[in-house]
């Protein structure tokens, strides 16, 4: 009652809140703009309507009245964007009468792959670089049920095995050579428009295998082709250096980055990014780990908000890159992945102080508060 009365005197309807299950999941919400029908099973966790959260912290240190948001696609059931395009996939394979789904990973896809797989009664076989994925993604291909295969050798090795296995056996490939994976992942660019009401000045965007800036490339357009938003934002594609073939050019052979999501020399969805890239006037350009790394324990303790170290990229590229955006231009930063999906890369850096091995007393705690 205390509540209640404390309530109304703010001025605040005691009325029921409007109800956390009112979204049915990307197919359901953007039917009409995928290529689904009445026929194909939707098999749905419910991802998407992720929310776009203002970083005040960032759009200071730019200062000139530029706006920033990041689109936190962490926050989808397996802890990142990949969702969006496996809910599609897997949707689609079911449809088919597909038993088995096939993919290489850095860790994310094999994540969303094998819940949806598993949710849509299909077997999950995940193959990852042995040693090279964060222990989250690890734990989650096993929980949910995947078979997973830990080759030596790095993601592009990996993706042109399962290549050749789902040319060749009963499998279906749903990494983002799949065109349902990049259907499924363009919503997130009507989300950001539907909650802006218009595209944004700036996109920035971690880039590995390429497919995500694609997808959010076709997003927009068809947006804009449809008239929900006038104007397209640049691209803003950033790779971490010692994995940055599209800064580069070339494929780099011996891709190398603390951000192994997007420890990618050979990026398969290359020419759709390059054409976002050309026709949007935007840019690829390379982060370092430091420079990553900078990003990610300013997102954590500046904005609030923990994202993995690949997610980071964006808002690494969006400081290195600040002298070029333009005065009151509003900038979205695409959040990828969960920062709890790698703890491992939080635990070794950061800058909170750590207290360990105090004696339990109150005095002692107190003392190391610093009263
Ligand atoms: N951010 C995160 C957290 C990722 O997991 C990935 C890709 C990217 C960015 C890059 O997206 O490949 O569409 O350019 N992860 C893939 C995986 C490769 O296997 O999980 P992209």
């Not at 309507?49 to 005040?56: D, E, S, V, Y």
């Not at 040319?167 to 990049?182: A, E, H, I, K, W």
């Not at 599209?246 to 020399?265: F, H, K």
Request: hydrophobic residues 45%; aromatic residues 6%; proline residues 6%.
């Amino acid at each position: 009652m205390a509540l209640l009365e404390a309530l109304r005197r703010l001025g605040q309807p005691a009325g029921r809140p409007p109800s956390p299950q009112s979204w049915p999941g990307l197919i359901e919400a953007y039917r009409s703009w995928l290529p689904v029908s009445a026929a194909t099973p939707v098999i749905t966790l419910q991802e998407g309507a992720t929310p776009l959260i203002p970083a005040p912290v960032i759009a200071a240190r730019i200062g000139r009245d530029v706006k920033v948001f990041l689109k936190y696609d962490g926050l989808n059931p397996t802890g990142s964007f990949k969702d969006r395009g496996m809910t599609m996939a897997i949707s689609k394979a079911r449809e088919a009468g597909s038993e088995a789904v096939i993919c290489a990973s850095t860790g994310n896809t094999s994540a969303a792959a094998a819940a949806y797989a598993r949710r849509g009664g299909m077997r999950a076989f995940v193959l990852i670089p042995d040693g090279y994925v964060a222990q989250g993604k690890l734990a989650q291909a096993l929980l949910y049920g995947a078979e997973v295969l830990a080759v030596q050798g790095n993601f592009d090795r990996a993706l042109a095995i399962v290549r050749e296995v789902a040319d060749q056996y009963p499998v279906t490939l749903v990494n983002s050579l799949n065109p349902y994976r990049l259907q499924g992942q363009k919503t997130a660019a009507f989300e950001v428009v539907d909650t802006l009401g218009e595209a944004p000045d700036w996109l920035c965007i971690p880039v590995g295998n390429a497919g995500n800036i694609s997808a959010y490339w076709m997003g927009f357009n068809e947006y804009r082709n449809a008239g929900l938003c006038r104007r397209l934002p640049r691209m803003m594609g950033f790779q971490a250096a010692g994995a940055a073939p599209l800064v580069l050019g070339r494929t780099v052979e011996q891709p190398d980055t603390i951000a192994t999501a997007i420890r990618i020399g050979n990026p398969v969805n290359r020419d759709n990014a390059l054409r976002a890239q050309s026709e949007s006037n935007g840019a690829f350009m390379a982060v370092t780990d430091a420079e990553i790394i900078e990003a990610y324990k300013l997102l954590g303790s500046g904005e609030g908000v923990f994202c993995e170290p690949a997610s980071a990229a964006s808002v690494a590229g969006l400081l290195k890159r600040q002298a070029e955006v333009p005065t009151g231009a509003t900038v979205v930063c695409v959040l990828t992945g969960n920062g709890l999906k790698d703890p491992t890369t939080a635990i070794e850096h950061n800058d909170s102080r750590f207290h360990t091995g105090l004696e339990p007393d109150t005095a002692t705690v107190a003392r190391v508060m610093g009263f």
